[in-house]
């Protein structure tokens, strides 16, 4: 990526190196999505890391992307309904992993890389899953940011833990992406522009790929703060990357 004029520099560490979306993760050969496999292997590889965060019903944070456990694993159901013990207990389907806790993935990780850790938004509560990740992070030193789709999400992690690098993550919120069913029509369009992320006050963005350039990425470029774009999969998105955003999220190759 190329340096660009302005940039905030005490960032520089968060856009340094490609970021492996989900981890490198490579499921044809048994290494999958958010797992230590995939970790491992992006440790391995020089690159930074990209990991999803929820929360379980005991209010643990895990390393996990969707909200149940159907797509990934033998087990089902939702992960606010389970406790963290039988969340673990979950075998993934094509590999021998468990799903991890934040604080085991910190123990991995131990500051080898930049994590960039995604809280998913459950748009109706949030508060728990922040006031965890703020307190198993306040004994990590490695570098780390954390961001969310959802701006409150990422407000209370401001209040929570001011320290923390802290981002939001947009797109354009298309119906055919499955936000109709989560989001009605004037939220989602406040959220495409961000025109309520003041009280969020964050330090980066990552941006869709597909939606570059646009309205926020051009905001936070002349503010002189990183944009970071996702996911980044053939040699025309990461051109865009390339020309329009400071560092891709990237999966199915090696940079």
């Known amino acids: 990526m190329q340096t660009r004029p302005g940039r905030l520099r005490q960032l520089d560490w968060l856009i340094a190196r490609p970021v492996a ?12 999505e958010n797992t230590s496999c995939a970790v491992e292997a992006a440790l391995a590889g020089g690159y930074a890391i990209e990991v999803d965060l929820q929360l379980t019903g005991d209010g643990e944070a895990v390393v996990f992307h969707d909200y149940s456990l159907d797509r990934l694993t033998t087990s089902t159901g939702k992960l606010l309904e389970q406790t963290t013990v039988q969340i673990q207990s979950a075998q993934f389907r094509a590999c021998g992993d468990r799903i991890q806790t934040l604080g085991e993935l910190l123990d991995q990780v131990d500051g080898k890389a930049t994590l960039l850790i995604e809280l998913k938004a459950n748009w109706r509560n949030p508060g728990p899953l922040e006031k965890r990740v703020a307190a198993v992070l306040d004994s990590y030193s490695g570098p780390v940011g954390v961001m969310s789709f959802d701006p409150r999400s990422i407000a209370i992690l401001r ?19 499955g936000w109709r069913k989560l989001l009605p029509v004037a939220r989602r369009l406040s959220l495409r522009h961000m025109a309520e992320f003041g009280d ?3 330090h980066f963005a990552a941006i869709n790929v597909q939606d570059l350039p646009c309205a926020p990425s051009r905001r936070f470029l002349a503010r002189g703060l990183p944009v970071l774009t996702w996911t980044v999969r053939t040699t025309d998105e990461r051109s865009r990357a390339s020309r329009f955003a400071d560092q891709m999220i990237f999966e199915g190759f090696h940079p």
């Open 21 to 32: 979306h989900r981890g490198l993760h490579d499921a044809e050969n048994g290494v999958i």
């Open 159 to 177: 209040n929570q833990a001011p320290q923390v690098v802290r981002g939001l993550t947009t797109e354009k919120f298309r119906i055919g992406q």
């Open 200 to 202: 969020a006050d964050p």
